[in-house]
């Protein structure tokens, strides 16, 4: 395994007090598949901690620790997803269900009130046209 160097920036607001706010930091890693962006655990004088990833570095820098692992996030993402189109399906489903029993009770309504189903007719030859 070849050791790289690699630069993260702390996405923790606790970490970025602790660390003093540098920008970056370097991290020795065994990874070679690292992309900008892609979360990591990395070991810190505080313990474990995130950071995101930002580039490989040619310059070791002050690095003394390594990357531990890439966070898996794709089963967190797919999951929060699949809620947001549930949370869209039911308020589809409540404003369509709302819907048709108005329009129930309109012709039930209707019914016994002729002029309100010549204007429920009218509204729907005007929808169809």
């Known amino acids: 395994m070849k050791t790289l160097f690699a630069k993260v920036k702390f996405t923790n607001e606790i970490a970025n007090k602790k660390q003093g706010n540098q920008d970056s930091y370097d ?3 065994f990874f070679e598949d690292l992309n900008e962006g892609d979360l990591v655990v990395v070991g810190t004088r505080f313990g474990y901690t995130v950071a995101e990833f930002i580039e490989y570095s ?3 820098g002050r690095c003394g620790s390594y990357i531990v692992d890439k966070v898996d996030t794709s089963t967190y993402e797919n999951l929060k997803e699949r809620q947001r189109q549930i949370k869209k399906l039911d308020r589809d489903i409540e404003e369509r269900a709302k819907k048709a029993l108005q329009r129930q009770r ?3 309504l209707a019914k016994d009130d002729k002029e309100l189903r010549t204007m429920l007719d009218t509204r729907d030859s ?3 046209s």
């Open 27 to 29: 991290y020795l890693t």
């Open 58 to 60: 040619e310059e070791k």
């Open 106 to 108: 309109l012709d039930e």
């Open 126 to 128: 005007l929808f169809e």
